[in-house]
C-alpha cells in the first residue's frame, strides 16, 4: 500500500483480556518497529524487526507483550491479560534503511 | 543507552514569528537525528533531518542545526503558520548499525493569531 497501515484503529478491551494489533508496513521496507505513546507522552520504543534478524525485543515492558513478523511483512503485536496502565496509543513504523521511519496511525488502546 | 532531552515542553508562538526547539543526547557515536511532526489523531511524520557529518539542513522555512561537540540539535521554524501547530519530537539514532532510533518527549507548538 502506499503507507503503513494499523488495524484496528481503536480498541477497547476489559482489563484481563487479551488483544492483537496489526501492523501492515509499506511494501520492501525491511524494518518495522513498534512504539507506545501514552496520552501527552513520547514514543516508548517497544520492538524491532530488521530483515531475518532476531527481533530487537528489548523495550517491552512485561512478558505479557509479544509481537511477531510474518513472512518479513506483516507484524502482529499481543498483549495478554490487559491492564489499565496498557491504555496508549501504538504506533508502528516502517523504514528501507537507514532512513526515516515511516509511521502508521496508530492503534488508540484502551483498557476498562 | 541513548537519552534524548527535549526543550521545552510546550512553545507558544504568534503567527510569523519564529519557533526553535532544543535536544540534547548522551551518546556520542549516535550520527542521525530526524525531527517528527506530529497532528492529532495521526502518526508522526518526518519533516527534517540531518546526519553528523553537516551542522546545518535547511528546508524552506525549516531549519535543523547540530552541534556535535555540544550534543546538541535544533528545529527552527521561520514565519510560522496555524498549519504548524502540532507536536514536535526529536531523536538519535543509538546504533549506527541499525535505524533504531529514541524520541525526546516532544514539544507542543501553538500558534497563536
Known amino acids: 500500500g502506499a503507507g503503513v497501515s494499523q488495524s484496528p484503529s481503536n480498541k477497547v478491551t476489559e482489563k484481563g483480556k487479551d488483544v492483537e494489533l496489526r501492523c501492515d508496513p509499506i511494501?520492501?521496507?525491511?524494518?518495522l518497529y513498534w512504539y507506545r505513546q501514552s496520552l501527552g507522552q513520547g514514543l516508548e520504543f517497544l520492538i524491532y524487526?530488521?530483515?531475518?534478524?532476531?527481533?530487537?525485543k528489548s523495550g517491552l515492558p512485561s512478558d505479557r507483550f509479544s509481537a511477531e513478523r510474518t513472512g518479513g511483512s506483516v507484524s502482529t503485536l499481543t498483549i495478554q491479560r490487559t491492564q489499565q496502565e496498557d491504555s496508549a496509543v501504538y504506533l508502528c513504523?516502517?523504514?528501507?534503511?537507514?532512513?526515516?521511519?515511516?509511521f502508521g496511525s496508530g492503534t488508540r488502546l484502551t483498557v476498562v | 543507552g541513548e537519552n534524548v532531552e527535549q526543550h521545552p515542553s510546550t512553545l507558544s508562538v504568534q503567527e510569523g514569528d519564529s519557533a526553535v526547539i532544543k535536544c540534547t543526547y548522551s551518546?556520542?557515536?549516535?550520527?542521525?537525528f530526524p525531527w517528527y511532526k506530529q497532528e492529532l489523531g495521526k502518526g508522526p511524520q518526518l519533516i527534517i533531518d540531518?546526519?553528523?557529518?553537516?551542522g546545518e539542513k535547511k528546508d524552506q522555512r525549516i531549519a535543523v542545526t547540530l552541534n556535535k561537540t555540544a550534543k546538541h540539535f535544533s528545529l527552527h521554524i521561520t514565519e510560522t503558520q496555524p498549519e504548524d501547530s502540532a507536536v514536535y519530537f526529536c531523536?538519535?539514532?543509538?546504533?549506527?548499525?541499525?535505524?533504531?532510533?529514541?524520541f525526546g518527549k516532544g514539544t507542543r507548538l501553538h500558534i497563536l493569531p
Open positions: 513504523a516502517s523504514s528501507p534503511s537507514r532512513n526515516g521511519y515511516t
Open positions: 511494501s520492501g521496507h525491511t524494518a
Open positions: 524487526f530488521q530483515g531475518n534478524s532476531a527481533p530487537d
Open positions: 551518546d556520542s557515536a549516535s550520527n542521525y
Open positions: 540531518i546526519r553528523s557529518n553537516v
Open positions: 531523536a538519535g539514532q543509538v546504533d549506527p548499525r541499525d535505524d533504531k532510533i529514541i
